[in-house]
């Protein structure tokens, strides 16, 4: 018995890394399984692959940013296998490039891609379960590069800070008609962020990998929360960000106010701030200028 014994999945973005893994996991665990994939090839390559280890599945090819092929996903799935029951949202493209480089298509390809990449699917299934009286899950794919900011990813971490509020507020709006919204932010190293590291760090990493030793940012890694957050043992959890990698399941802290300075019932003189403002920092113990938040991260890339 598996966690999704009899549930459908649509998971896009599945035809390479993370995707792939979170398809081939649902599987494992009962699933039949949409691949939803821009590459055609790739995306009928997982389809394969599952079939040849006896799972169901159909690949899905398009551009999850326009809603005409949202919808066809949706229908698709349901046609095929007679229902929805988890959504995994997960297609995504970088353009890294400091602001003052980054061009106009830069920002617009990556914000359609993930933002409307994920509101159109999630439109789409979110109003399937509400015409069908059904519950549903979705799992969307944000980033620490949004939650915590990243240098040179003003486009990527923008879209992916929105993927997190976009999956909280969906959360409480589905929350009526028992359809759950939870976001991850993984870390693993897929085929967009191998190529940036150093070829010190890849051949020390091929070589533990050769040893047998635990590849601790595998992309395989992220499926299983996924696969539990699709399925419903998870049902009572609904508008969460978690973080995931290796052997690791973290959960974030939404933004929260965690210091105040008043003026004692008066409108504040620009002039009084300054002398003032200070004790937000201090209070706090928040750093004034500027601060490279993924250094505050638990597990970095290269010092495994």
């Not at 018995?1 to 896009?12: A, N, Q, Y």
């Not at 091929?206 to 590849?215: K, L, V």
Request: hydrophobic share 45%; proline share 3%.
């Amino acid at each position: 018995m598996g966690l999704l014994d009899g549930k459908v999945v649509i998971v896009t973005g599945a035809g390479r890394g993370i995707g792939r893994g979170e398809a081939l996991e649902c599987v494992n665990q009962g699933a039949a399984v949409l691949v939803a994939e821009f590459d055609a090839d790739a995306g009928e390559a997982v389809v394969k692959e599952i079939i040849g280890a006896g799972g169901r599945a159909i690949a899905v090819s398009g551009d999850v940013a326009e809603a005409d092929h949202a919808h066809a996903l949706v229908a698709a799935a349901v046609a095929e296998f007679g229902q929805l029951d988890a959504l995994v949202n997960n297609a995504g493209i970088l353009r890294d490039r400091t602001v003052a480089k980054m061009s106009e298509d830069d920002w617009d390809a990556v914000i359609r891609v993930h933002l409307r990449g994920h509101f159109l699917p999630t439109r789409a299934a979110v109003r399937y379960w509400k015409e069908a009286e059904r519950p549903g899950h979705l799992v969307h794919t944000a980033s620490t590069s949004g939650l915590l900011g990243n240098f040179g990813q003003t486009n990527y971490g923008a879209a992916k800070a929105g993927i997190a509020a976009f999956s909280t507020i969906v959360a409480m709006e589905g929350a009526r008609n028992g359809i759950t919204s939870n976001a991850i932010a993984p870390t693993a190293l897929t085929r967009m962020t191998l190529d940036l590291l150093p070829d010190s760090f890849r051949a020390k990493r091929d070589e533990a990998i050769e040893r047998g030793e635990f590849d601790f940012f595998a992309p395989e890694n992220v499926a299983p929360l996924v696969t539990f957050l699709c399925s419903d043992a998870s049902s009572h959890i609904s508008g969460k960000v978690f973080g995931v990698q290796g052997d690791s399941i973290e959960i974030f802290q939404p933004f929260c106010s965690v210091a105040e300075v008043k003026n004692d019932g008066r409108r504040w003189d620009p002039e009084d701030i300054p002398g003032r403002i200070d004790e937000l920092f201090s209070a706090a113990g928040v750093q004034a200028g500027p601060e490279n938040m993924m250094l505050r991260m638990r597990y970095q890339i290269l010092d495994m």
